[in-house]
């Protein structure tokens, strides 16, 4: 059976040896060094793990990841490549849940970074998988928009989500759908279909897994 999250990860190691530390990404402000160092605290500090999603948290997190940066580059990408079996998040049992996603996201997010990217060409198993996770973050990103919205992904499935109100319809792979709603849609290639006033919101919301 593939382990997708395992191929990402490597992947993910590899370019950023090959683009190094200073290298930007596409997450605004933050280096290839900021995103290793961020993979490695939610892997490794469980202590500060809980600072990523609960803002009282976020000072102390913010502090250890800049610790954890300072490392050198060979050493803290090894970590990013080698997590520990003992972690919640990357053991045999949990890690194609857990990190399937993450680190789908995050190679892309080196990758799109540098001008002349292009979309790669999934294979069917991890699109599969992209899609399983996307269905349900569409759900809980977008419950609250005020739209009639429709996320579709040709040949995977669709669901339908938001408050009510003009309808939009939002098409993609189940790659580009997972970059869009995890908040980078400007360099996600999808279709966005309604009203120009709807698009544009959806387009500039403030989105995020």
Known sequence: MPRYARSEREALADLMLERGPEAPTVNEGWTTRDLAAHLVLRERRLDAAGGILL???RGYAERVRLRIAARPWAELVG???RPPLWSPLSNP???ELANTLEFFIHHEDVR???SGWQPRDLPSGLQTQLWQRVSLVARAA???FPA???VQAPGHGEVGV???GD???LVGSPGELALFLSGRQRVARVQVDGPPAGVERLRTARLGL
């Open 112 to 114: 799109r970074a540098q």
């Open 142 to 144: 977008l419950r609250r």
């Open 148 to 150: 009639d919205l429709l």
């Open 162 to 164: 938001g408050r009510g």
């Open 79 to 81: 970590q990013v490549r």
């Open 93 to 95: 049992v949990t890690d």
């Open 55 to 57: 803002p009282p948290l």
């Open 167 to 169: 309808r939009l319809r």
